[in-house]
């Protein structure tokens, strides 16, 4: 684990005290990796990942998806409640919902495209456009608002060089401003793909960076 | 000490195990006694397992301190259809962050809940709602549902009991509205989560058109002891109307936030002052939210006698919501915060109702206005209308979640509205 | 019963100080206007779940601890409800300063000004001034195809449109897209409401200016048009409309409200196929002659001629009817057939379309495979359907007849002018000339349905009365008033005054019909086996 400058990972960590791993904190090491045919059925809708490569025409769903798909679909009484596992499941191998998805998705349940397009367009995690390899969403709400979210967001914006919701130019990074995220205690919360990065200040932010390209 | 936001004077029921990696298993969870409140449900029967929740006095979590035994009791005696117990894990009103820590530390814990409240309410099938951006937390969730199935835990013929409990992770896309019972059900039908009107009552038409019962994750987690040590014991500590233990939440500016658990009618002061070590840079309190962004606003005044307990609070001026409190120390912008809180209202507003879809938005502008210092007096006499026709006038209560804060601040912040009206000066900087 | 006196089926309420006694499930709204007291609303409609979110209709009930929408709160004994208390309009005025946020001030370009209910209820119980300031939200306009045209700016999103196309046409091509103040109505990106059989009635349903129809888009105001109940003529489920005219033409239908026929509904095949009643190049003067000889003359000497050639007959007669003709033309039409000989042949063609097309979410309503109003009439009254399912060929034997042929509202476009070359006398009753009534010897100019008062039959057996909505072109009369008069000198009768007579002379002497009047009929028709059973 390269060496970082901030203080997090995973929660509460500003007083320094605490002697748990990052494993440890997020659970990761309890966790292991999860399987992508979405193992048991009760937690096949648990996933998805939000994965640094997007295929945007991956195909809807092929072998182990496939699977995971129809364990979905086996765990309510109607196909219409698949709907948003199966988007989630889309945009984990797309990287975005297009409406080309939309319509494909829609296909599979047997619902119209234009109720499939209502539905995606109310939930504010699809991707209604193609996204950068880190999806960089820094929470400004309250209680990390009160604590610098706002120079936060400005640092992830400078840093990547980019505009709020635009995507660099090496298609990297898209920074965009987020909702309260639930880790309220431990401002500024980013959440980055599927990843919670906690106590992140504006002067943390090159390292987060610099920690998430040591990573592709 | 492994976990750093921890207090002696703490009362650790829920959050026993906070920090301690080795509770997420089976083996772990039932070292400190896990799955002895379900065995002992199923012992006793769902009349009596409703009965001890309902002797425990113990009060929904998620913000409406509704009475949890008293809503298990709603639902229908042999139906003959099924029912449904849906866990809201779509924690996402600013401020809260309990369930997250409750589930990615003890994973199990829920799951029991969740058994103790299917049993009761003649359930089959749980879902867990939980919202999609809790991956990590979901991904603990999964590996202790996995076990949980593989142990005999969930599924068929539970415990050998004969009852089969099945539990499905149901993972949102991102709308707060969806931690409104009513959108939540329509969330996990697969449509936009907009709340349905009410009656009919999710007791009587739920989740797919059955009975069905919508708990919070902490109040699901507090029926696991309950059933496990009956409800007197539950007893033992809180207040007469809100008894128990509950974790708050807090944030802002102390120096430890974080989750801390304590008997309900915990002093306020000694939550800021003592248990979070008090004020950042040691600066004065300002204001405090003191049950997530939904609730009226408290100033420094309003908290010094304040007990954390529903009728402490209210007897304050606010609600204590979902115990989520958020400390304002003098360097807070309240007029930039309430904003903030505006936007945040408007951005999740799901758009049925006309004075949420519009009101919400249209306060935002204006408080966006005079916050860029073109605002007017008469512009806070509008906010405070537009507040009004926003409460009471919608199918659910998010517009009156945004009237509350928008109010109280003008009532008990109007200097700082008028400083920025009269002068453009800005009070505080955060 | 109840010892108490009181119906178990209905329930008694207080309504504004007034006690009203409503069928037990009545909605508040519902039994408000029992009473004559209209209640604001725009997500509800009669025709379709009721969501409660526009909240403009929440009404005071005593004892309950806010305001109720009163679309969906049911009527109970003794509740007490006050629809204009200062609570009640308080919120409304709130609710409407909320709509009027961003709602633009583009009423003078508006097709729905007028007959809009942001208008009507702002005008009503609006705030004198406004106090929005910032800039309004602009969505801009959008085609969703098919007819329908849609302006975001002007939505006042009641979702009454995605219902009626998820709930009755049963074909959800429209959704709520994205939420909050950015929500708006729309389709599946490009590909919209193109094919789609009903969807003009998102349109009729729109309570404001947000959905318009292209075909009327800017054509007439509201206020300029005059509304004539009638029945539309495209198919043979009769559904009833109103006929909306100004400068005597018709500018649109738009179905009226008729719960044993088409509910709240029309096809768009039907609303669309108006511009045939606004045709030029009409028959506008009685013709005399074949051929070169053809002359126009004045009503009074062609029927004289006509009755004279026709007293004499005594031939072998042939009748072409048409599914387009009232019921009172067509027992006109038979009564001179009769009186003028034998009746050989009594035909009329129709065209078929393949198949019929049932609106999914209204099964009564069924755009039919006959493709005419009043088949069912024509069948009852003798009439034997021939020709293909173009509406064309099958007279080869009444073109060549050589005694006497009637023709009343074919206009034999599939015929050559050999037609009725060989018959002793050959007249045609139309409203447009024809190269096939070259050889009649009486051309006779007769008004459209649109332009005269009858009754038509519809497939289920209905019989539907229409009034005149334009005034007919030159000497054009109706077919039953130069037929009855006919009819009338042939038989010694009195010639018919009105449209209700011939009606009246039908029923007596019809059994279909007996016992109907044209006011049992009323605006909403009767079914016939309700008086024959």
């Known amino acids: 684990m390269t060496e970082i400058q901030f203080r997090n990972p995973g ?50 769903f092929e072998g182990p998806y496939q699977e995971r798909f129809e364990k979905i679909r086996s765990r309510y009484p109607t196909a219409r409640a698949a709907l948003l596992p199966a988007l989630n499941l ?6 975005h919902i297009s409406p080309a998805t939309m319509d494909e998705v829609a296909e599979l349940l047997g619902l119209s495209s234009a109720y499939v397009r209502g539905v995606a367009t109310f939930y504010t995690m699809y991707n209604k456009r193609p996204v950068g390899r880190f999806l960089i969403q820094v929470c400004t709400n309250i209680s990390c608002n009160l604590c610098g979210a706002d120079e936060v967001l400005a640092a992830f914006l400078e840093h990547t060089g980019t505009e709020l919701g635009e995507t660099s130019s090496d298609g990297d990074f898209t920074v965009i401003e987020a909702e309260c995220l639930a880790a309220c205690g431990f401002p500024t919360c980013v959440q980055i793909n599927s990843r919670y990065f906690e106590d992140v200040s504006a002067a943390d932010v090159p390292a987060v960076l610099e920690r998430l390209k040591s990573e592709l | 000490m492994a976990y750093p936001y921890r207090h002696e004077k703490e009362t650790r029921v829920l959050s026993e195990c906070f920090g301690d990696p080795s509770a997420r298993t089976v083996a772990g969870w039932k070292r400190v006694g896990g799955y002895q409140g379900i065995a002992r449900a199923l012992e006793i029967g769902r009349e009596a397992t409703i009965d001890d929740v309902k002797a425990s006095g113990l009060r929904g979590r998620g913000g409406a301190g509704f009475p949890t035994g008293l809503k298990w009791s709603f639902m229908p005696k042999n139906s003959g259809r099924p029912h449904y117990l849906l866990c809201n894990a779509d924690e996402s009103e600013p401020g809260t962050f309990k369930d997250r820590e409750i589930m990615r530390w003890t994973p199990h814990q829920l799951l029991e809940g969740c058994l103790v409240g299917s049993y009761a309410i003649g359930a089959s099938h ?15 969730m999964a590996r202790a549902l996995e076990e949980a199935y593989a142990e005999g835990l969930v599924g068929k013929d539970i415990l050998g009991s004969g009852v089969d409990i099945d539990i499905t992770l149901h993972v949102g896309a991102g709308a707060y509205i969806c931690g409104e019972e009513t959108g939540l059900m329509n969330s996990l039908e697969g449509r936009r989560g907009e709340p ?70 915990f002093p306020m002061m000694e939550l800021i002052e003592d248990v979070c070590g008090g004020m950042r840079d040691g600066r004065a309190l300002k204001a405090v939210i003191p049950g997530g962004s939904s609730v009226p606003i408290m100033s420094a005044d309003d908290c010094r006698a304040c007990t954390l307990c529903y009728e402490g609070v209210e007897a304050a001026g ?69 507040s009004e026709q926003m409460t009471g006038t919608t199918i659910c209560v998010l517009s009156d979640s945004l009237a509350m804060p928008i109010i109280s601040s003008i009532e008990k912040f109007r200097e700082d509205y008028l400083a920025l009206i009269r002068r453009g000066e800005r009070v505080g900087a955060a | 019963m109840p010892d108490n006196g009181r119906n178990a089926d209905t329930v008694t309420l207080t309504i504004d100080g007034r006690e009203v006694t409503v069928a037990r499930g009545t909605s508040l709204l519902d039994a408000a206007e029992t009473q004559g007291t209209k209640v604001p609303h725009y997500c509800y409609h009669p025709g379709l779940s009721a969501p409660a979110q526009c909240r403009i209709c929440l009404v005071e009930v005593e004892g309950a601890p806010k305001l109720q929408p009163s679309c969906v709160t049911m009527a109970q004994d003794g509740q007490v409800v006050h629809t204009d208390s200062p609570a009640a309009k308080r919120m409304r005025q709130g609710v409407l300063e909320f709509y009027l946020v961003n709602h633009p001030l583009d009423c003078p370009i508006c097709d729905m ?46 979702t009454r449109c995605v219902r009626f196309m998820d709930e009755v046409a049963r074909d959800s091509r429209l959704t709520v897209v994205e939420r909050g103040s950015r929500a708006v109505i729309d389709t599946f990106f490009d590909s919209g409401l193109e094919g789609a059989s009903f969807a003009g009635n998102v349109v009729d349903i729109c309570p404001v200016g947000a959905l318009v129809s292209k075909d009327f888009l800017h054509k007439a105001r509201a206020w300029d048009l005059d509304h004539t109940p009638s029945v539309c003529t495209s198919c043979s489920q009769g559904c009833n409309v109103e006929l909306h005219t100004r400068d005597n033409l018709v500018q649109r239908l738009k179905p009226r409200e008729n719960q044993e026929v088409n509910g709240h509904w029309m096809c768009d095949y039907g609303r669309a196929n108006y511009e045939w009643m606004n045709r030029p190049g009409r028959l506008e003067s009685p013709m005399a002659g074949r051929g070169a ?27 072409v009817g048409a599914a387009e003709t009232s019921n009172e033309g067509l027992v006109a039409l038979c009564s001179v057939g009769d009186a003028a000989g034998t009746v050989s042949a009594r035909v009329f063609r129709s065209p078929r379309a393949e198949d019929e097309e049932p609106l999914p979410g209204y099964p009564l309503l069924v755009r039919r495979r006959d493709l005419a109003p009043n088949v069912d009439g024509a069948g009852l009254l003798g009439f034997e359907r021939t020709g293909d399912d173009d509406g064309g060929g099958g007279l080869e034997e009444v073109s060549g007849h050589d005694g006497i042929v009637l023709v009343l509202g074919d206009e034999l476009g599939d015929q050559d002018e050999d037609f009725g070359a ?45 009034w005149p909505g334009l005034r007919p072109p030159g000497l054009a009369r109706p077919a039953w008033l130069v037929l009855g008069a006919l009819a009338a000198a042939l038989q010694g009768d009195r010639t018919p005054a009105s449209a209700a007579e011939v009606f009246a002379g039908l029923a007596a002497g019809s059994e279909a019909f007996a016992g109907l009047t044209y006011e049992a009929i009323g605006e909403s028709g009767v079914p016939l086996e309700a008086v024959h059973g």
């Open chain 2, 318 to 386: 606010s609600m204590l919501g979902c115990a989520s409190v958020i400390v304002m120390d003098e360097t807070a912008d309240i007029v930039k915060q309430v904003r903030r809180m505006a936007h945040f209202y408007a951005h999740e507003s799901c758009g049925q109702c006309t004075p949420c879809r519009e009101g919400t938005a249209w306060a935002t502008r204006i408080l966006r206005r005079i916050e860029d210092g073109r605002g007017t007096e008469d512009d806070l006499d509008t906010l405070v209308q537009i």
């Open chain 3, 293 to 319: 000889d053809r002359r126009a003359v004045d009503w009074k000497s062609a029927l004289e001629h006509l009755f004279a050639r026709l007293q004499s007959g005594g031939g072998d007669v042939m009748v």
């Open chain 1, 90 to 95: 889309a945009q984990e191998l797309r990287g």
């Open chain 1, 11 to 60: 929660w509460a960590g500003n007083t320094g005290e605490f002697d748990l791993t990052e494993a440890d904190v997020r659970g990761t090491e309890y966790v292991g990796e999860s399987p992508l045919d979405g193992g048991h059925p009760s937690v096949s809708a648990s996933l998805p990942y939000m994965l640094v490569e997007k295929n945007p025409d991956a195909p809807l």
């Open chain 3, 113 to 158: 000004s007028g007959e809009c209910k942001l208008q009507d209820y702002v005008f009503d119980e609006g705030r004198e001034h406004g106090r929005g300031r910032e800039p309004k939200r602009v969505f801009g306009r959008d085609d969703f195809g098919g007819d329908v045209l849609y302006y975001g700016d002007r939505c006042v999103m009641c």
């Open chain 2, 126 to 140: 749980c879902y867990i709602y939980l919202r999609g951006e809790f991956f990590e937390t979901t991904q603990v």
């Open chain 2, 196 to 265: 349905r009107i009410k009656p009919p009552f999710p007791a009587a038409v739920g989740a797919f058109g059955m009975p069905s019962t919508i708990n919070n994750v902490e109040t699901l987690c507090a029926t696991a002891h309950i059933a496990r040590h009956g409800g007197e014991w539950y007893r033992q500590w809180g207040t007469d109307k809100s008894p128990g233990t509950k974790l708050f939440c807090v944030s802002g500016h102390v120096n430890k936030p974080g989750n801390y658990e304590f008997p309900l009618g």
């Open chain 3, 422 to 466: 060989s018959a002793s006398l050959f007249v045609y009753l139309g409203s447009f000339d024809s190269p096939a009534a070259r050889n009649a010897d009486y051309v006779l100019p007769v008004t459209t349905f649109a332009e005269e008062e009858g009754s038509f039959v519809n497939a289920q057996g209905r019989v539907q009365r229409f």
